[in-house]
């Protein structure tokens, strides 16, 4: 079935650039999502990216897309400690979205 | 709007014991869809249902789950006779028909011991 993989752990300072990483199997994707789970709180959207994208930019975020790859990133440019959380990648499969497991980013001061 | 709502946000139960999980969609979305997470598998789909009627719940882990939506603004999870491998979160979200974004409630933490 639909697969989407992601590294579990990142560290940054605060002030860094932070990426993270996605890949995905299903070559059909229209959509894929970025979605941030702040702690003992449900998942909430950042942003998307529609696939005949290659590059969509929001204020300090920035999402890639490798078609051909079927990766996925999600750049936060100068993070701060309120941007520790867990982000989720996730592609649609039909009606349902389908996520990775999430990287936990951690942002020092 | 309150956005999608979950009860209860916490339970704990023994062993056995049948748990009923409840949601509250956003009005005039059409989609619902029950996730489960854990450390372990991260977050899974369940069962999801389109116009109140269950789509796929090939997710179901097994026969002692069962979900259903009677109406478009309510819907359960029952785990019958619930196990400790059962404690997770889980999310109920419910899908904009128009743009097709999931908003996702805050999750009913179960813990079976």
């Known amino acids: 079935g639909e697969d989407v993989e992601q590294s579990l752990f990142l560290s940054v300072r605060e002030g860094d650039s932070s990426v993270i990483n996605c890949t995905y199997t299903?070559?059909?994707?229209?959509?894929l999502y970025w979605y941030k789970q702040e702690p003992g709180a449900g998942l909430q959207l950042l942003t998307y990216i529609f696939s005949n994208m290659d590059m969509k930019q929001d204020q300090r975020l920035t999402v890639l897309l490798n078609k051909k790859d079927k990766h996925l990133s999600l750049r936060i440019a100068d993070t701060q400690t309120g941007d520790s959380a867990i982000y989720f990648c996730?592609?649609?499969?039909?009606?349902?979205?389908?996520f990775g497991k999430g990287t936990t980013l951690s942002v020092s001061s | 709007d309150a956005g999608v709502i979950q009860s209860p946000r916490h339970e704990v139960t023994e062993m056995g014991q049948e748990v009923t999980l409840r949601c509250k969609p956003i009005?005039?979305?059409?989609?619902l869809f029950w996730y489960r997470q854990t450390m372990m598998r991260g977050l899974e789909l369940l069962i999801y249902f389109n116009n109140n009627v269950p789509i796929d719940d090939s997710g179901m882990p097994e026969d002692r789950f069962s979900a259903k939506m009677p109406n478009a603004s309510f819907s359960t999870l029952k785990i019958q006779p619930s196990e400790p491998r059962d404690s997770a979160v889980y999310f109920c979200a419910s899908a904009d028909r128009n743009t097709g974004e999931l908003f996702f409630g805050e999750g009913s933490r179960l813990t079976v011991l």
């Open positions: 996730a592609d649609r499969a039909g009606t349902a979205l389908i």
């Open positions: 299903d070559s059909s994707s229209t959509y």
């Open positions: 009005s005039g979305h059409n989609s």
